[in-house]
Structures are given as C-alpha cells and as structure tokens.
C-alpha cells in the first residue's frame, strides 16, 4: 500500500511545472552569463600578460646579473651565474604551486598537483645547492686572490728593501730564469 502511495506521489511531483524562482527573465539571465565569460575572458587575459611580464622581468634580471658576474669574476663567476640563472628558472617555474590543491570530498583529503610540487622542491634543492658549491668557490678564489696579493706585495716591499745594485742582479735573474724557461718550453714543443 506504501509502495502505491509513493508512486502516486512522484507522479504528482514530476507533473508540476518546474520553475526557477529568480528575478531576472532568461534573457537577462543570458546577458548576464556572456557577461560573466567576457569578464573571465579578460581576466585570463590580464593574467597571461601579467606573467609574460613578469617572466620578461626575471630573464632580463637574470641575463644581467649573470654577464655581470662573469664580467667582474672570470671564469669563477660562470658557475655562480649559473646557479643564478637555476634560481630564476625555479622562481618562474613556480606554477605548481598553483596547480597544488588539498580538497576535501567525501570525508576523504585529496591531494592534487603533488608531482609538480615535488619537481619544484627538488628543483629548489638542486640550485641551492649549486649555489652553495658556487659560492664556496668564490669564497674560496677570494682567499686564493688575497692570499696571492699579500705573497706579491711582500716580495715588492722585500724587493724594495735592497740596494740598487741588489735590485739591478735580482732583475737580470729573474730576465735569465724566464728566458730560459722559454727556450726550455720551445724546445719540448719543438719535439712534438
């Protein structure tokens, strides 16, 4: 009996006109729609410009500071701008984060965007790490570089310390030993 009552009901249901209780006609309800996809459209835009921009912004920064440290530091500066430009690279390439959501559906945690989070952080980890081996050794041809200046500085001031006479025999040795040196050099090229 139950069973016949509820099926007298749902046809009584599905018999009534559906009506959407809204104040705007379906034609305002169109506009408002195209609107909303206009406006989405714009923003999508904006927001495509802005990261060209910014992606510009970081690779002009990055291209600078890199030739300036090669510039300035020689050789030694290549592998710091390289770690350099890794950094940048890592700081533009941040759209994992973006794509990373923690949602809750059914009572269950998911997890999305977890792969391109986890090449983010090992690419993090990759470039600190070339910048600290870069900037070890930068630290370290600094001493290297003092080490030689204060080497050099000391055999000019000793040099200055002799006599004239002294300094005129230091002079014709260290011409005698180069030129030597030289000959030797020519000669074992010469061989091969």
Known sequence: MQQI????????????PVEQDDSFTPDQIEQINEWKEIVNNKIAKNDSILRGLETFFWGISSYSLCKWLVLNLGSSGISLAISIAFVVNQIVNRDCL???N???KEGQWELTGMDKLF???FGILASGFVVWSSVGNFIVM???SKTTYNTLNN??????SYSRKQQDEA???FVIGASAVAVVVYVVKGKN
């Open 155 to 160: 055999a000019i001031e000793e040099f200055n």
């Open 171 to 173: 002079i014709k040795g």
């Open 119 to 121: 090449r983010f952080i």
């Open 142 to 144: 600094l001493h290297d």
């Open 5 to 16: 009552l509820d099926d007298s009901t749902e046809e009584v249901k599905n018999n009534y």
């Open 102 to 104: 923690l949602n809750r």
């Open 98 to 100: 973006d794509t990373f």
